[in-house]
């Protein structure tokens, strides 16, 4: 192993791949290695290798799978029609599996892998990024066609560069990266550069102040500075803005608490105007009331009098009726009898 070889698997110790990547297995294609790429990150490979299994007898063509239902595809790995609930070991790489042949139709437009055996280094840059299947599932898929040996992988190319394990522009014309990640290390070395491409070191984003490896790759430091001075820009930013919004909520408080006081004692002027007028049509109504029993009690008085002026005029009439029969009565007593006729 080289110096620089050396150097960068000591860098990778720090990593820990979320995936292990599966044996080779023979007379598998290399499409169905993909898929066993798929399927060790959830079942042991002897489990994987019997799903692959499984997946090519129920589809003669992969094409029928990738436009196939999760629950169809877990249904198979299960053994036959099952409930979501017994299908919860196997939905999860079945639905990978699946997304893996979607991502190898959109880029190949077709179900077949066969034709990176004739150009790697082509087959290599169309599968630059696939993230369901992922940089080092991908770089092993191109070894395996390349006859073991590792492609120049633009995702592995741009991490040894970025590391400083090899110059800048030094790998354009490379074929493949033995002298840098030689296949008789396996599969744990490129396992931990895929896990660094596909996580921290992307092409246009890279997240480099996240990546274990910042301290020791001087892409990294040099970006991680950037990042910070961009945090510290971003933060004097926030900073800014935080006053100038709080300055314009204190301005809002201030005209809504004035607008508010201008209402309020508009709302007071209205409400004293309103008591007024109130208080004068309560002291109308009590006039009018007052009058009206004023008339009435006049109204009644006139009756009263007319009433007792009747009773005085009737009460005269029968002591004048009275007086004139004692009168006639008088006079009539005083009148001599009328004298009774002789006898012939």
């Not at 007071?268 to 009058?291: D, H, N, T």
């Amino acid at each position: 192993m080289s110096n620089k070889t050396d150097q960068l698997s000591k860098l990778l110790k720090k990593i820990t791949p979320r995936a292990a990547l599966p044996k080779p297995v023979e007379g598998f294609s290399l499409l169905e290695h993909g898929i066993l790429c798929m399927l060790v990150r959830h079942v042991p490979q002897e489990r994987a290798e019997a799903f692959v299994a499984t997946l090519r007898k129920s589809y003669p063509e992969w094409n029928e799978m990738r436009v196939a239902q999760t629950d169809e595809i877990a249904g198979f790995l299960k053994g036959g029609r099952a409930t979501r609930d017994r299908l919860r070991g196997v939905w999860e790489p079945a639905r990978e599996a699946r997304d893996y042949l979607q991502e190898v139709f959109t880029k190949t437009h077709a179900m077949d892998l066969e034709f990176l055996r004739e150009d790697v280094l082509g087959g290599a840059k169309m599968l630059a990024s696939m993230p369901v299947l992922g940089t080092a599932a991908t770089c092993q898929i191109l070894a395996l066609a390349a006859g073991k040996k590792l492609p120049a992988h633009p995702a592995l190319v741009r991490m040894l560069e970025r590391t400083g394990i090899v110059g800048k522009g030094n790998l354009k014309k490379a074929k493949d990266l033995e002298d840098y990640l030689p296949s008789s290390e396996g599969t744990s070395l490129l396992e931990r550069v895929g896990e660094v491409a596909d996580r921290w070191c992307h092409a246009k984003t890279p997240t480099c102040h996240e990546c274990p490896l910042v301290d020791d790759c001087p892409f990294g430091k040099k970006a991680f500075q950037e990042w910070k001075v961009q945090q510290a820009r971003a933060e004097a930013h926030r900073a800014r803005e935080e006053a100038r919004r709080s300055a314009l909520e204190k301005k809002e408080k201030e005209r809504l608490d004035r607008e508010a006081a201008r209402l309020s004692k508009k709302n007071e002027v209205i409400r004293a105007k309103q008591e007024r007028e109130k208080q004068k049509r309560l002291a109308i109504e009590a006039r009018k009331r007052e009058a009206e029993a004023l008339k009435q009690r006049k109204i009644a008085d006139v009756a009263r009098r007319k009433a007792e002026a009747l009773k005085l005029a009737a009460k005269k009439k029968v002591t004048a009726e009275k007086l004139a029969a004692k009168k006639k009565a008088a006079a009539a007593a005083k009148k001599p009898a009328p004298k009774k006729a002789r006898k012939k």
